[in-house]
């Protein structure tokens, strides 16, 4: 399955640490539980203290199901998704 790279950004005014049912439910989604329910497999999450953003590295079998699973976070801010690959497949396909 393709590999997907998540990056969502939000102001300080819109952080959802400020919302305790929105960090609860957003808290909740980022689970391997709850990304299996979209076929979703989470391979990395990250969030950088005090600069309001998160990134993701999602195995997926389509960009519509990333989409579709990283949809919450655009209540808060923007989300951005970008099919990647690996290092290691790149110099396997000689395709960068």
Do not use: W
């Amino acid at each position: 399955m393709p590999l997907y790279f998540v990056e969502h950004k939000h102001t300080a005014e819109t952080c959802p640490t400020k919302q305790p049912e929105m960090m609860k439910m957003l808290g909740q989604h980022v689970t391997q539980e709850n990304a299996s329910k979209f076929d979703i497999r989470i391979q990395s999450d990250i969030v950088y203290p005090g600069e309001h953003r998160m990134n993701l590295v999602l195995v997926a079998p389509s960009e519509a199901k990333v989409k579709e699973y990283v949809a919450p976070f655009g209540m808060v801010g923007s989300v951005e998704v970008k099919e990647v690959s690996t290092c290691e497949e790149v110099v396997a396909t000689a395709k960068c």
